[in-house]
T-cell receptor, first 114, second 114 residues
Framework: IAGITQAPTSQILAAGRRMTLRCTQD?????MYWYRQDLGLGLRLIHYSNTAGTTGKGEVPDGYSVSRANTDDFPLTLASAVPSQTSVYFC?????????????FGPGTRLTVL | AQSVTQLGSHVSVSEGALVLLRCNYSSSVPPYLFWYVQYPNQGLQLLLK??????LVKGINGFEAEFKKSETSFHLTKPSAHMSDAAEYFCAVTIASGNTPLVFGKGTRLSVIA
């Protein structure tokens, strides 16, 4: 059982380029999340999806977009990357989206924007 | 809005010593509280959670935390530190109403000295 997989593991990207971070889960969880982790700031929620076909904005959504075409996949797109988007990005999922649910995290994608 | 404050960005203990990681929360309504752990180069995993049942919560790997409403605290403890406990620990808070997302603290890095 893989749980949550993220791709790529790491990426160096030129500013202005478009980039999609991939996230796939095999647990049939309804809810999925994207966080960014920055030193000294902890994790901040970018976007979330409580079920396939719906998405919502988190704390820091600007410059990012998501889609949830099916239960398993939740890609995060940076339309035009900027250096401030240099971060480690974590995808997570939970069974139902209830606030008491445990969230399961992927291994992360380290993104550097130059 | 909910928030958590983790006191001390870095805590160092000797192997076998007590581990105490501090977390204070701010919430106008009864909170749900979580501790997550992040081992090097991995995603986060749940240690334990408080969801308004017993105030003393036991988690994995010998960790426990006590919800103290009068002190607005949810400190994480372990009686005897192991080398394998070296990691980053995150406290997080949410509330029962709606789809309020988890709000994470900035994290505390635990070092264990042999």
């Amino acid at each position: 059982i893989a749980g949550i997989t993220q791709a790529p593991t790491s990426q160096i990207l030129a500013a202005g380029r478009r980039m999609t971070l991939r996230c796939t889960q095999d647990m049939r969880h309804n809810a999925m999340y994207w966080y960014r982790q920055d030193l000294g700031l902890g994790l901040r929620l970018i976007h979330y999806s409580n079920t396939a076909g719906t998405t919502g904005k988190g704390e820091v959504p600007d410059g990012y977009s998501v889609s949830r075409a099916n239960t398993d996949d939740f890609p995060l797109t940076l339309a035009s990357a900027v250096p401030s988007q240099t971060s480690v990005y974590f995808c997570a999922s939970s069974a139902s989206g209830l606030v008491t649910d445990t969230q399961y995290f992927g291994p992360g994608t380290r993104l550097t924007v130059l | 809005a909910q928030s958590v404050t983790q006191l001390g960005s870095h805590v160092s203990v000797s192997e076998g010593a007590l581990v105490l990681l501090r977390c204070n929360y701010s919430s106008s309504v009864p909170p749900y509280l979580f501790w997550y752990v992040q081992y090097p180069n991995q995603g986060l995993q749940l240690l334990l959670k408080y969801t308004s049942a017993a105030t003393l919560v036991k988690g994995i790997n010998g960790f426990e935390a006590e919800f103290k409403k009068s002190e607005t605290s949810f400190h994480l403890t372990k009686p005897s530190a192991h080398m394998s406990d070296a990691a980053e620990y995150f406290c997080a808070v949410t509330i029962a109403s709606g789809n309020t997302p988890l709000v994470f603290g900035k994290g505390t890095r635990l070092s264990v000295i042999a």
